[in-house]
């Protein structure tokens, strides 16, 4: 009981569309005039009770169609009036007064729905009263179960299954976006090692003397154990049931830009490239929101300039504060054709960048233009 009180309660009001409001606006006005005319076709002393019945239907209509809210009232008060002249009311009156109330129950508020409710047992006992007989509790019973009891029904069955669905839909969604920030970490973690080792081993195979084979071979050793250690902590972390992006090595207060910066500096000058950068940007700027982006975006920038920028060409990295937050760009000379690589990256690094960036509220643009290949990213701050 207490369950059912609670998702009563909780029944969202749904404004039935214009295209249903019309329709019962135009049936409501048409039945309405068939009894009118009807009425003044064969005059009676009851004429003006007829000219009653027309204009509350009327208004029922117009309030339905305008104001929905608060046409339970003309609903309420036409029931009233059919019961206190029941010997006077036709078939299709009674019908048309129960449809409403089957209709408004689908979609109303719950007090104008109680409202009805009160409003049929007090005509039933108007009825009773009127015709001075007994109260007939079975057909009272029956009319509500009918009219109100059941339209209720099937709106809380609704609701509990649009309910369940948007929660399924969540539930997917949540599923969905732990995958993708798992699929982003394993990327900037396991997935880099394993291309380093990759782009390692063809340089030793390469290499001609033994000091380029032994560096290549230490290389690999040490990539080889960092990727190790990534995946215990991505797989510790996984089955502690642990947000994948809150991982010890990239959660905000333990990275150090400058560090991030200066590795990135020796790891490009190491490989034979020139860097010209221009970075005013401090990592007092940058909100703890928005460092672990920045310090991943700095290594993305970095691993694949060392895989795909032209051999000993110049690269330029600007990252420069603005009015709402910071823009980094940078630029290198696309190569005419690309060799051919031992071991292809999961292209895939780009894209983990580009949704880290959409999350924060930033934006990232990227391709070739003439024979230089660009990228610019603007990080806002005041979002994060």
Known sequence: MTQLLHTLRSLPTARPSRAVRLTTLILSL?????????????????????????????????????????????????????????????????????ACTFLFVLTGPLPGIFLLAISHIAGEIITAYTLLRPFNLLTLSISLFLFIGIPLALRISWEQKGTLAQEYADYKEQ????????????????????????LTTGQGLDA?????????????????????????????????????????????????????LAQARKDLTDHGFTLHENITITEADLPDGVRPTFHKLI??????????????????????????GVTVTTSNPAAPSTPKKRTRGTGYGLVGIGERIRALGGTMHYGVTDTTWNLTIHLPLATA
């Open 175 to 198: 599923v969905a976006e732990s995958n993708r920030a798992l699929a982003r970490e394993l990327h900037d973690t396991v997935a880099r090692h394993i291309s380093v080792i990759g």
């Open 30 to 98: 048409a039945i309405g005039a068939t009894g009118f005319f009807q009425a003044v076709s064969h005059p009676d002393s009851y004429l003006s009770l007829h000219i009653v019945f027309f204009a509350l239907i009327t208004l029922w209509a117009a309030l339905y169609y305008t104001a929905y809210r608060y046409s339970v009232y003309a609903l309420c008060a036409l029931m009233l009036l059919s019961s206190a002249y029941y010997d006077q009311e036709s078939a299709l009156l009674a019908f048309f007064i129960l």
């Open 299 to 324: 290594q993305e920038i970095c691993h694949n300039a060392k895989k795909y920028a032209q051999p000993g060409c110049t690269i330029t990295v600007t990252a420069k504060p603005n009015l709402t």
């Open 208 to 260: 001609t003397d033994p000091s380029g084979k032994d560096a290549a071979l230490h290389t690999i050793e040490e990539h080889t154990h960092k990727a190790l250690t990534d995946m215990r902590l991505l797989i510790r972390t996984t089955r502690g049931d642990t947000d994948p992006t809150a991982l010890p090595q990239t959660s905000a207060p333990t990275i150090n830009l400058t560090q991030t």
